[in-house]
């Protein structure tokens, strides 16, 4: 007998790649001609660029989970559920970055990572060849916690929010405030090229997604980059397809990025948010790792970016602003 879906899941930015090179280094070209179809591109370990932590499971392991802060779940890799005989649960329906679709899901008795531990967490079961991981580590493992990626000595940290002392003392880092919705923080004071937009963090991504209503108003406000086509597959083997250009300017209270490659697709997540109409950003991987350290405090609602040393700092790519006004 088939088990119901009892539950929805949301699975952002989730494993997408643009085949692994790195797009911030390439020449931008006009539109493909739209005779021709668009690559398809798989992703997979030797394309990954995403940041993981080891963690064991029932004391087994370790193995190394994507951290990530764009899915609501925990998720496991099918091949890993099975070799650890992991008990079946109902199916739930996860929403990707290409829409809807069901997974079955299995009983984590106990996952550790770090210091801490988690127990009883219901894990939805991916592919592991489309996840490109053993799993990921969701916001039902982050939510009271503060999440530090230090780029620059290559170590990943998680502990309790309130346990950790924060470092916006340090001057070289700058706080930016968050708003929480369905576990995600939202950045406040936001904007692309001069616009008003919702940024989220989504590390589970080597790429920053855009929706169509970002891409619409820069088109409309004649900000828009020049783009060219590209088809990526999700985390449920699934395919989105849009356009890519590289944003002139991504900025986040005193912090501007510069040169920020962003895919503008229709993506599922961004409806299933309230934002299919609102103008909206999720911030990859690929574009954090300019900072010497991100902290994603969830417990705070706050993230603190920590200024790479001026040495290394490159002005095409970023810079740091005072005083600027949305």
Request: aromatic residues 4%; glycine residues 12%; charged residues 20%.
């Amino acid at each position: 007998m088939g088990r119901r879906a009892v539950s929805c899941t949301l699975l952002l930015g989730t494993g997408l790649a643009v085949g692994g090179w790195p797009l911030a280094a390439q020449t931008m070209r006009p539109p493909l001609d739209p005779a021709v179809p668009p690559t398809i591109v798989h992703t997979g370990p030797s394309l990954d660029d995403r940041v993981t932590i080891p963690i064991s499971i029932d004391g087994k392991g370790p193995w190394n989970f994507v951290i990530d802060t764009g899915s609501q779940r925990t998720v496991i890799a099918r091949d890993l559920a099975e070799k650890l005989a992991l008990p079946p649960r109902a199916n739930v329906t996860i929403i990707s970055m290409t829409g809807r679709s069901e997974a079955s899901t299995v009983a984590v008795p106990r996952l550790g990572f770090g210091g801490g531990t988690i127990d009883d967490i219901e894990a939805p079961v991916l592919e592991g060849g489309d996840l490109g991981a053993p799993g990921l580590l969701g916001l039902d493992s982050l939510h009271a916690k503060r999440v530090t990626l230090n780029f620059r000595t290559g170590r990943m940290e998680i502990a309790d929010s309130g346990a950790v002392r924060p470092r916006s003392a340090d001057p070289d880092t700058i706080v930016v405030e968050a708003r929480r919705k369905r576990g995600q923080l939202i950045l406040l004071d936001s904007n692309v090229n001069g616009m008003r937009v919702n940024i989220m963090l989504d590390t589970g991504t080597n790429f920053s997604i855009g929706n169509l209503a970002l891409r619409d108003k820069l088109l409309a406000k004649k900000r828009a980059p020049a783009m060219l086509e590209a088809t990526l597959t999700s985390v449920t083997g699934g395919l989105l397809t849009g356009q890519v250009g590289r944003i002139k300017s991504v900025r986040m209270g005193r912090v501007n990025l510069t040169e920020v490659p962003v895919l503008f697709a229709d993506a599922s997540p961004f409806a299933e948010l309230g934002m299919k109409d609102k103008p909206a950003l999720l911030l990859g991987i690929s574009a954090l790792k300019i900072f010497d350290r991100v902290a994603i405090d969830f417990g705070r609602g706050k993230v603190d970016f920590l200024l790479p040393d001026a040495s290394a700092l490159s002005k095409t790519r970023f810079a740091a602003n005072d005083g600027l006004k949305g």
